[in-house]
DNA sequence: CGTTAGCACTCTCACCTGTAGAGTGCTAAC
DNA sequence: GTTAGCACTCTACAGGTGAGAGTGCTAACG
């Protein structure tokens, strides 16, 4: 007997209805659902019988699978994707936990640091999965202040602001003979301010050039701007500086991960920041939500878990990402609603440091 | 039949090798080890009856435990402390060892931001335990310099140098009407380094109230330099500014911890900041080596892990913690030595930083 | 023709049982 | 004090059993 099999036709209204009934029951218990518990739980109007064929269907387009003869259905992940496909991002989070969140937000310093934490703190709790956040992080990042500061005569820390945001510090060795002292190392940072302030890597490495090596100063400046243009191409290469992560506790809790190895798994996953990075990479390039289900994720640790992504910040200028790691069995639905709303309280609030 | 208890007293010669042997068999096997394993891998030179009335001595003296009638011995934390006092801190670390460390901080960049993580990576390689390390953290931060980045006329960034090596962003508001120019605020971050220069936060605040009120740019001054002191305050309240740990992973492998629920306590441990952070300052005030073996940990959830943790840096300047994180059946010779190697590393580009 | 009730079938899970193996503690002899 | 011998205890593992859940199929129904 061949069934006919439908990869992602438009199902009939009725179908549909059931898988979605199966993914929120199998969402919120856990334990593979059967027919039964379906038409008891959600008011179907059928009979077992007839859900029972449907399931079949269902399962026959690749949507739902059977751990085994007797058992009830789980969704795949080609169910999952189906379902969150059907949902679109349009759920909104809350009222009640848009007002604790905003509330929340507003307690933190105003700093840009603490806000990406939070964020990733906020997902975290809220959707009772693991938060992600991503400190924006610009393109081409612009030099707007140098500092030097002396350690001792051959030692000094030098320290750059960017435009946006970021500083960065580094020790520099300044001679191998001589010494330098902090009035000098002022004019130093004079002469690197005056001539690099706005400036990109390619253009500081322009600028530096035309300085005069034969003048101490010059010379000195000209040394220590070279490593003003390492450090900005360093930070302009990296392609996610850092990953901040929260509530990783939520995803052990979850029944799936009670064998130790498939925890393990998804612990690796997470300490997996090549892969990690190069996602958030493509988020903030698309620029809109993204949902990751399962075996969509490349490396193998991944395929147990699945991601809710979603860039913020200002395209162009700096970008990062927020979002949430769960199990494959995860609330979609809520997930979305809640990092879009995240996502959008951080565009605002980069737009009022940038305003 | 009364057994005499000996809790911690001098354990004749014979009595003292078998329990090392104990302990060494047991944690590089991780099963409970018999009498017969005990004469037949270390050559003892007496019976495996001889050796079991041993074991029974040394179980009545609290040292080892027995999980079931018909079961090996295993160490208890009392038996691991016994072990780790008789040992010493004096084993060094092997020369190749010595030499790969020492290879692999010449390898990064020269930065103390960055040593701290190196430590913490470099512990867990060396030991297959968790490496946990916190960058080096003052007692009382002078302020060093003062910078201030116009964002728009009315918000500004502030940045903080303290002469410990910290720096500190923080966005301050400027004024609720008028609109601040850069000028102006090179002006007020020139005040400000000329007299906060140097200063703690209690002689910032003594400087502070010496701004005259009248003054726009000296007005300004103070409403900044109230924030300065504040940074500064919360940054010696501070415990721990920041643990950072490496190869967690390690200690997840560990068969101990193969049912998730025990996993699950290590982890919530690994993020119980507050408790780590606690103990990581009195680790900086004792100034020496400390092992806290399984239950001599407070909270509950550290009760299955040990601790090897060592202070480096400059006493009263700035000090910091490097430490492995292991179960606890851990190779505490070989921990111990480790950690007193890189912590003695950390000391000496500590020293090269100030000197 | 879709829907339903009935029923045999399948598979898991929890529980029990029996056995092999490891290691002990005791006792009597050296 | 040390040792060999031995009975005893406990675990781990494998095999077997019954209850329970859920399915797929079939025949009857509207």
Redesign the interface.
């Known amino acids: 007997m061949a069934r006919r099999i439908r990869p992602l036709g438009p199902l009939d209204h009725r179908s549909q209805a059931i898988l979605r009934a199966v993914i929120e029951e199998y969402v919120s218990t856990a334990i593979p659902v059967g027919s039964l518990a379906l038409v008891e739980r959600y008011g179907l109007g059928v009979s077992s019988a007839t859900v029972r064929s449907i399931l079949a269907e269902l399962e026959a387009a690749g949507l739902l699978s059977h751990p085994h003869t007797s058992a009830g259905r789980v969704p795949t992940d080609q169910g999952y994707r189906f379902y969150v496909e059907s949902i679109g991002d349009t759920v909104p989070l809350p009222a009640v936990e848009q007002l604790m969140i905003r509330h929340q937000f507003g307690q933190v ?5 603490h806000w990406f934490r939070l964020a990733a703190t906020t997902l975290a709790s809220i959707t009772r999965s693991a938060g992600l956040a991503t400190p924006a992080k610009p393109r081409d990042a612009h030099v ?2 140098v ?1 030097l ?1 002396s ?2 005569g051959r ?1 000094a ?1 030098l ?1 750059l ?1 960017l435009r946006e ?1 970021a ?1 960065k ?3 520099v ?1 300044l001679t191998e003979s001589d010494t330098v002292d902090q009035p000098t190392l002022d004019a130093v940072a004079g002469i690197l301010n005056e001539r690099l302030a706005g400036q990109t890597a390619k253009g500081a490495e322009a600028v530096l050039a035309r300085l005069r090596r034969d003048d101490r100063v010059q010379a000195l400046a000209a040394r220590v701007g070279e490593r003003i243009v390492r450090i900005v191409r360093d930070y302009d290469a990296e392609a996610i500086e850092e990953v901040f992560s929260d509530g ?2 939520n995803v ?2 979850a029944p799936e ?4 190895d498939k ?2 798994r998804v ?2 996953a997470l ?1 997996n920041r090549a892969y990690l990075g190069a996602l958030l990479g493509d988020v903030s390039e698309a620029g809109r939500i993204r949902v990751i289900i399962g075996h969509e994720n490349l490396p193998l640790e991944m395929q147990d878990v699945s991601l809710v992504l979603a860039p913020y910040g200002r395209p162009g200028r700096a970008v990062g990402v927020v979002g949430v790691l769960g199990p494959t069995r995860m609330g979609y639905s809520q997930a979305i609603g809640t990092v879009r709303f995240v996502s959008g309280l951080m565009n605002e609030l980069v737009d009022h ?3």
Chains 1, 2 share one sequence.
């Open positions: 310093e105003f700093a840009s640091e707007r202040r500092d500061v350690i001792n030692l820390s320290i602001v945001g500083i510090q580094a020790l060795t990783l506790l052990m809790d991960f009670a064998q130790s925890l393990r612990f690796s300490e440091l940038y305003a």
